[in-house]
């Protein structure tokens, strides 16, 4: 297991350049997102595939978007792990950059989510519409029925189910703190579980408007094979996914250095 120990992030300097970047990234997603919405709400009475493959399209706009206007580039390593077909992709979550920018690497992707995103105007019907999961956290033991159920459904679609196992954003360097989904979406689907890091939160840090240039690493590793004991597979799902996070968040931090930001 990792260590429980937050390491602290040194400072960042903001600049002008800095604040022009952010400011443009941030008027141009929260322009475009409710806009491509709305010209795309058509896609509400067309077949899902449909809308997925939008989604898809949505998500590569995102991340040239980052690119151009922000200077924040996407890399991304052991793409011979992600998997094509039923499969859960179980990973860090620590900035909305992840949210839209992963959908393009998988082929059809459903993603655990908090319940209360699906009353949202226009973005609940999408959610919908994509056939995402949402899960109701407050309902204990039923959430997770709820949840293997139309994980199930998914699954039999060969779908990917994605699930972030701290169910929310955290901080590079932050104790992990992975909740038992996870582990029953593991013991109850019967299909590998592909672990990935990343290093997002250095970048597009959570709680701030403030954007900083960089490449944004995400790394899937090797798939955990299914029928582990559930204590043994999240002992195997943090060993994978913590220290490698580390290392990217780690690796993020020296390029900002050599840009001079911190």
Not at 143 to 157: C, F, H, P, Q, T
Not at 201 to 224: D, K, S, Y
């Amino acid at each position: 297991m990792t260590g429980s120990t937050e390491t602290p992030q040194p400072a960042r300097r903001l600049t002008a350049g800095i604040v022009v970047r952010s400011v443009a990234l941030n008027l141009a997603f929260y322009v475009s997102y409710p806009l491509v919405m709305i010209l795309g709400i058509w896609f509400l009475v067309l077949p899902r595939r449909h809308a997925a493959a939008a989604l898809r399209w949505w998500s590569r706009v995102f991340v040239a978007m980052c690119r151009i206007l922000a200077g924040i580039r996407m890399e991304v390593r052991g793409a011979e792990h992600i998997p094509h077909g039923a499969a859960v992709v179980a990973g860090k979550h620590q900035s909305m950059w992840e949210t839209f920018a992963l959908f393009h690497l998988l082929d059809d992707a459903a993603i655990v989510l908090k319940r209360e995103l699906t009353w949202i105007p226009l973005v609940g019907w999408f959610l919908m519409k994509f056939r995402m999961i949402p899960v109701d956290r407050a309902s204990g033991p039923k959430a997770l029925k709820a949840l293997i159920r139309s994980a199930k459904g998914a699954l039999a679609e060969g779908r990917q189910i994605l699930i972030f196992p701290e169910g929310t954003r955290r901080a590079p360097f932050a104790p992990p703190d992975y909740k038992p989904g996870v582990a029953a979406l593991y013991a109850g689907l019967g299909v590998p579980c592909t672990p990935f890091a990343l290093n997002s939160g250095i970048f597009w840090p959570r709680r701030t408007f403030w954007r900083w240039p960089g490449t944004i690493i995400v790394e899937f590793l090797p798939p955990i094979e299914p029928g582990l004991p559930r204590r043994e597979f999240m002992q195997q799902l943090q060993e994978a996914i913590e220290p490698k996070a580390r290392m990217l968040a780690e690796e993020g931090l020296q390029e900002l250095k050599a840009q001079g930001f911190i």
